[in-house]
């Protein structure tokens, strides 16, 4: 089977699939950190974009705004939106719409737990995006736990498969499973090299065309692990960026006895693989978005005030220092903030100046 076979099985199977099967797979106690794990701070400073967001949508007298999480796990980014939106800008609040979309049957059932008070706010949980948006959709490490196809470059294109030799899995090249793969390479005018091996994500392209057809009027705001096709599809890159997650330590490649260390315990480990933002971006524009902004997490929340909370949890206190850490996390070359990307777009709405957008085209 493809990678991208394996990769919807591994995570997304109903009875053995990772994600499937848990409410929340990331954290301290999981296999991997999001920006979410690091602290209330990220949904904090979410909710100051969301909320300047819905005031420009609101000048039309628009009394309510759909506050759609795609990928929303349990439920956690929008909880701490909705609480900064609670005490800081409660006429946001008011006007909040919550969808929160997730596969996960596991992480849909333990939302109104983790939503606690704000419970009501939430009018639906479901797997699939609502037919349409007005408002603003958001997601956080969506695309990039997506399923994606796997290309190595030989005397020509070939696809990875898995399959079952004897007692493992094991990798396999054979002709690519559709014509699609080498086209999309060839929509980017990026040439792989002789060995080097890349994904090629039709599912989280597909899936962005598909949310701008939805969105009426509002904004798109995605948040994931990218590059720009020029540089994903580059040497620092040839071997892939398809990694395994278990406990905090990744898996990639080949182990010493030869056994593919990524194809190991399928369901019970994360697989991720790094967003081509080129494509994203093409797709949300051929769908009638605009870019607002492409840059790097930390200059987006450094523009929605990252640095003064820095400056407002001075002291030596555990909490102060907690916080700090939090705040570094997130903003520290190399951490969180660097290797995560924001996209921002928007459909009806002109090209509105935004706090997050400061540094539009920011990547490094
Ligand atoms: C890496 S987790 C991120 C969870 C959360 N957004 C966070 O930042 O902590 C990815 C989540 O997206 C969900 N997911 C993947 N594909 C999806 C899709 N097409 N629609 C809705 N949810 C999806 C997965 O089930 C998983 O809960």
């Known amino acids: 089977m493809t990678v991208a076979r394996f990769m919807e099985l591994a995570l997304y199977h109903p009875a053995h699939g990772y994600y499937a099967r848990a409410a929340r797979r990331s954290g301290r106690d999981g296999d991997f950190f999001t920006s979410v794990d690091v602290g209330r701070v990220f949904g904090e400073l979410l909710a100051v974009q969301l909320g300047e967001m819905w005031r420009v949508l609101a000048t039309d007298g628009s009394a309510v705004c759909d506050l759609v999480e795609a990928g929303a796990g349990n439920g956690q980014l929008a909880a701490d939106v909705l609480d900064t939106a609670a005490t800081r800008d409660p006429d946001f609040y008011d006007s909040i719409s919550l969808c929160l979309v997730e596969r996960s049957p596991a992480a849909r059932a333990a939302q109104p737990g983790v939503l606690g008070t704000h419970g009501p706010k939430l009018t639906s949980s479901r797997s699939a995006l609502p037919d349409r948006i007005d408002g603003i959709l958001y997601a956080n490490e969506l695309l990039d736990a997506m399923p994606t196809h796997v290309v190595v470059m030989r005397d020509r294109l070939r696809e990875v498969y898995v399959d079952w030799d004897d007692h493992e899995l094991v990798e396999r090249e054979d002709v690519p499973s559709t014509c ?66 278990r406990r905090h330590v990744t898996g990639t490649g080949y182990a010493r006895d030869e056994t593919c260390v990524w194809l190991e ?16 971006q093409r797709r949300a524009e051929a769908a009638g978005l605009e870019t607002l902004a492409v840059l790097d997490q930390t200059y987006f929340l450094l523009g929605l005030g990252l640095a003064d909370r820095l400056a407002q949890h001075g002291g030596d206190g555990v909490a102060a220092l907690k916080a700090r850490l939090a705040l570094k996390t997130l903003m520290m070359p190399g951490g969180l903030g660097s290797v995560q990307k924001v996209m921002i777009f928007a459909k009806g709405v002109g090209r509105p100046r935004l706090r997050g957008c400061g540094d539009k085209v920011r990547v490094t």
């Not at 090299?193 to 065309?209: C, S």
């Not at 994360?270 to 081509?276: E, K, L, R």
């Open 180 to 245: 699609e793969l080498e086209a999309y390479l060839e929509r980017l005018s990026v040439a792989l090299q002789p060995g080097w091996r890349a994904e090629i994500n039709l599912q989280a392209a597909d899936w962005v065309e598909d949310a701008a057809g939805r969105l009426d009027r509002g904004f798109l705001v995605l948040i994931d692990y990218g590059h720009h096709a020029q540089e994903l599809y580059a040497s620092p890159h040839s071997a892939g960026t398809l990694t395994t997650f």
């Open 265 to 280: 315990d399928p369901g019970s480990v994360d697989m991720t693989s790094h967003v081509d933002l080129t494509t994203v």
